[in-house]
């Protein structure tokens, strides 16, 4: 079984600050990772993946996430930050093909990222 | 053009009713999702189908029941409704289950019992 911890449940910051919404995870297989961003009021939508490759990977808006296998850690990143930032952003995994039951997306229990004028 | 949609948005029902919530995306999608986020914003997968065959049946109670009459379509129908059942139920899908496909959400229905 997979499980993925997100240590701080809140994160405030002033506009053009930057910020890094923390993600841990465990599981017995091979997974890939993910960060979800639910604006209020909305859906989940993707904002970046690691499936393989580098272990940096980026979005299209200015966040980044390290995969660190050995701390099995997926910390998202932004360098200056805006206020449309403002949400709640979820860090995900899924096992690699073959995971048998446990063949699914865990979630960890969101972080609300808060940017302030 | 709408990927995945639900109805309705919002669902205010008393204890002990039945109601549906309804799903469909125009994806082209094999395989769709069912998911629950409760107050504290803690979303856990309830049901997967693939190809209309259900493929993940998580410890839900069976007062709740996933139909999928056809690829493009996953309702959720829930029986004899309690307090507990008010969360926001989000919809999903993805292209298949075999190498991982990215889930695609759609915007959600927040139930209420009252």
């Known amino acids: 079984a997979q499980s993925v911890t997100q240590l701080d449940s809140q994160v405030p910051v002033f506009e053009e600050a930057p910020v890094e919404l923390r993600c841990n995870y465990s599981?017995?297989?091979?997974?890939?990772l993910f960060w979800y961003v639910q604006y209020p009021n909305q859906g989940l939508q993707l904002l970046l993946k690691?499936?393989?490759?580098?272990?940096l990977v980026e979005s299209i808006n200015g966040f980044e996430a390290e995969f660190n296998k050995s701390q099995t850690s997926f910390h998202l990143r932004k360098p200056s930050v805006h206020i449309s930032d403002t949400a709640e952003y979820f860090c995900?995994?899924?096992?690699?093909?073959?995971?048998?039951?446990?063949?699914?997306?865990?979630f960890g229990k969101g972080t609300l990222l808060t940017v302030n004028p | 053009d709408t990927a995945v949609s639900q109805t309705p948005k919002y669902l205010v029902t008393q204890m002990g009713n039945d109601k549906s919530i309804k799903c469909e995306q125009n994806?082209?999608?094999?395989?769709m999702y069912w998911y629950k986020q409760d107050s504290k914003k803690f979303l856990k997968i309830m049901f997967s189908?693939?190809?209309?065959?259900?493929?993940i049946n998580e410890t839900v109670p069976n007062r709740f029941s996933p139909k999928s009459p056809d690829k493009a379509h996953l309702n959720l129908h829930i029986n004899s409704l309690e307090l507990g059942d008010s969360a926001v139920y989000f919809c999903?899908?993805?292209?298949?289950?075999?190498?991982?496909?990215?889930?695609?959400f759609g915007p959600g229905t927040r139930l209420t019992v009252l």
């Open positions: 999903a899908s993805s292209q298949d289950m075999g190498e991982y496909n990215e889930q695609f």
């Open positions: 599981s017995s297989v091979s997974v890939y």
């Open positions: 690691y499936l393989s490759g580098s272990t």
């Open positions: 995900a995994v899924h096992p690699y093909p073959g995971g048998g039951s446990n063949y699914k997306l865990t």
């Open positions: 994806l082209g999608h094999d395989t």
């Open positions: 189908y693939n190809n209309k065959e259900l493929i």
